[in-house]
């Protein structure tokens, strides 16, 4: 599995947007990006993933660059309950490959 | 709650002890995984099953570790002798099939004293 690399920390206010970025600049063409975040003392809580195409649910979108080599978390209003560390990985997804995560990114939202 | 369940959710025991953990995975998810997290640190892969096969072991699962699914249903993890470098949290987590999205449960913490 290809390698991500995320900024150690970030801050941004309440109500505002969350931008965390992510690079994969190795990934494999059958590689999707996965997105986690895990809120202190509980256990990673999935979020969203995409192959090429930005893909939106109800707690985020992706953006996935043309080359596919970067990718950014979008929270649209973050809220204080959005303080966690959010974790980019890279997968192949047809096969039975579990999720090799890094350190990721811890962002907190400030009032 | 139909989520991945584990149990217990924090265990406290004597270096030397042995325990074990209990992950009882989203009803029909047929793979099952197996991690563990140190402060400070992501999630480290353990073991995983599809049904009741373990079919890949990492090098961090040393010779006291042991996972099973007899039935294909729930998964207990043991640790033979601990000691205090084992101590983490211990996560399960499972998936529909090959290639679909893990769902993670709320761990199991251990700590050897």
């Known amino acids: 599995d290809a390698k991500t690399t995320q900024p150690t920390s970030m801050d941004c206010a309440e109500g505002r947007a969350a931008n965390l970025p992510c690079n994969h600049s190795?990934?494999?063409?059958?590689?999707?990006v996965y997105w986690y975040r895990q809120i202190h003392s509980q256990g990673p809580q999935y979020i969203i993933h995409g192959l090429k195409n930005n893909e939106t649910n109800e707690m985020a979108s992706l953006i996935i660059t043309e080359d596919r080599k970067s990718s950014t978390l979008i929270l649209p209003h973050a809220t204080l309950r959005d303080t966690a560390v959010y974790y980019c990985?890279?997968?192949?997804?047809?096969?039975?490959?579990?999720?090799?995560f890094g350190t990721g990114t811890s962002l907190t939202v400030i009032p | 709650d139909t989520g991945v369940s584990q149990d217990p959710r924090h265990k406290i025991t004597k270096r030397g002890q042995n325990v074990t953990f209990r992950c009882d995975p989203i009803s029909e998810h047929n793979r099952l995984y197996w991690y563990r997290q140190t402060l400070g640190q992501g999630p480290e892969f353990l073991t995983y099953?599809?049904?009741?096969?373990?079919?890949?072991k990492s090098r961090l699962l040393s010779d006291r570790f042991s996972a099973e699914r007899p039935k294909g249903s729930f998964s207990t993890l043991e640790i033979q002798r601990t000691e205090q470098g084992d101590s983490a949290m211990y996560l399960c987590?499972?998936?529909?099939?090959?290639?679909?999205?893990?769902?993670f449960g709320e761990g199991s913490w251990l700590t050897v004293v």
């Open positions: 099953f599809q049904n009741e096969a373990q079919l890949e």
């Open positions: 190795t990934i494999s063409g059958n590689e999707y």
């Open positions: 990985i890279v997968r192949v997804s047809n096969t039975g490959n579990q999720f090799y």
């Open positions: 987590a499972s998936s529909l099939g090959i290639g679909n999205t893990i769902y």
